[in-house]
């Protein structure tokens, strides 16, 4: 079995609303005690709504954010309390591709600089050493030498993204946490990409944390996955688990929505009902039972226990699962 590179242990966390003159002071629930691991080498898919938590949870592992509880455990070692002094080590073996290659990249700054930036601040290499791996590591995601001299502006969507996963491995990182990397590219560019992904995966031993809402996407470059509903994760599993044998009922619904590429062929499709509840106030025991067409009486006041499935690794948070 490979060595376990990531492992999440109850993780939490809310945020404060600013509150008028007489009201309260609330509280955000945005991650609610999620624990996950992932293998070395291996791909760990969190899968959801927006507003899930998917993106938060993935700040937290990368410590973009302050965990409130729980422990993030990397390569053995406990990361989710220590200072951002100590955390520098840990920044060179986690880095992050964001959803919005617009927005992400600097437009003051050239593709050369963009991408030498993390060797800037953790390496003493010379300014020539660095533009040297800078125009290495453009050529291994796709584009050539010649793009460094550009502004990002100048580059399309899909060639943005590439100078972002370029960004990301420039340090020979563990672990890299990919937020929803091809959602904001057309269907064809993100085929591109996740090809990409999985060819540097093989070639560098890279482990993924991917954040999706596409299950499509999810299906093509996932070995685990982790399906999320309002902070908390209710299945998860191999990815041939969830997709052939799904057991929670949201994860039956998620599915159910997948288009088939076949006109012959039908698939029942489960329609929820109502809106996702405010994370600010969240249904009292199963969070889902306020959409869940199968709810029973005990859902409605009791937090579901996780339950091993048939399968090894497979987990489902629901008192219908026996």
Known sequence: M???????????????????????KKLLKAVHDVSFMIPEGKTFSLVGESGCGKSTTGR???????????????????????????????????????????????????????????????????RAERYKQVSEILEVVGLSDYHANRYAHEFSGGQRQRIGIARALIMKPKLIIADEPVSALDVSIQAQILNLLKELQAEFDLTYLFISHD?????????????????????????????????????????????????????????????????????????????????????????????????AGHFVSCHLVE
């Open 215 to 311: 299950l499509s996407v999810v299906e093509h470059i996932s070995d685990h996955i982790g399906v999320m509903y309002l902070g908390t994760i209710v299945e998860s599993g191999p990815k041939e688990v969830i997709f052939s044998n799904p057991q929670h009922p949201y994860t039956k619904a998620l599915l159910s929505s997948i288009p088939i590429p076949d006109p012959k062929l039908r698939r029942e499709r489960i329609i929820l009902q109502g809106d996702l509840p405010s994370p600010v106030n969240p249904p009292a025991g199963c969070r889902f039972h306020t959409r869940c067409p199968v709810a029973l009486d005990i859902c409605k006041g009791t937090e579901p226990p996780v339950k091993q499935g048939e399968t």
């Open 60 to 126: 937290l592992i990368s410590r973009l954010i302050e965990p409130g509880e729980g422990e993030i455990w990397l390569e053995g070692e406990e990361i989710s309390q220590k200072k951002e002094a100590q955390l520098k080590g840990m920044r060179k073996k986690v880095q992050m591709i964001f959803q919005d290659p617009y927005a992400s990249l600097n437009p003051r700054m050239k593709v050369r600089d963009i991408v030498a930036e993390p060797l800037t601040i953790h390496t003493k290499l010379s």
């Open 2 to 24: 490979s060595k376990t590179l990531l492992k999440v242990t109850g993780l939490k966390k809310s945020f404060s609303i600013p509150a008028g003159m007489f009201e309260k």
